[in-house]
């Protein structure tokens, strides 16, 4: 499966942003997904939500909940990050990912990566 991500921006502090991730290739259903943030500077890329492989629960990290939805439409074939309440910690290049395995959609261990959109949040 290809995704493509898109949806970043330039944005300041408290604005919203959608974020798409669009698979080719491949159907998204029963595929665990997950957006990753890789923050300025950093080599690692940090787990910021997911779905998991039945679709019927979201997983966020501590530092975005509340703020930040995580949701999939089977029929596109596409997965969506609304971030709302956007704060300077939140720059980073965001990215998608996903695979076919039923485990934790935070483990970064993913079959199939996005190339990733650029989140930039100025104060």
């Known amino acids: 499966v290809q995704l493509q991500a898109s949806g970043g921006g330039l944005v300041q502090a408290g604005d919203s942003l959608r974020l798409s991730c669009a698979a080719s290739?491949?159907?998204?259903?029963?595929?665990?997904l997950g957006w990753f943030r890789q923050a300025p500077g950093k080599e690692e890329r940090v787990f910021v939500g997911?779905?998991?492989?039945?679709?019927?629960?979201?997983y966020y990290a501590d530092s975005v909940k509340g703020r930040f939805t995580i949701s999939r439409n089977n029929a596109k074939d596409t997965v969506y990050l609304q971030m709302n309440n956007l704060k300077p910690e939140d720059t980073g290049v965001y990215y998608c990912a996903a695979d076919q395995r039923r485990i934790d959609p935070a483990r970064d261990d993913y079959g199939y990566w996005g190339q990733g959109t650029q989140v930039t949040v100025s104060s």
């Open positions: 290739g491949r159907t998204l259903s029963r595929h665990r």
């Open positions: 997911g779905i998991g492989w039945t679709g019927g629960t979201t």
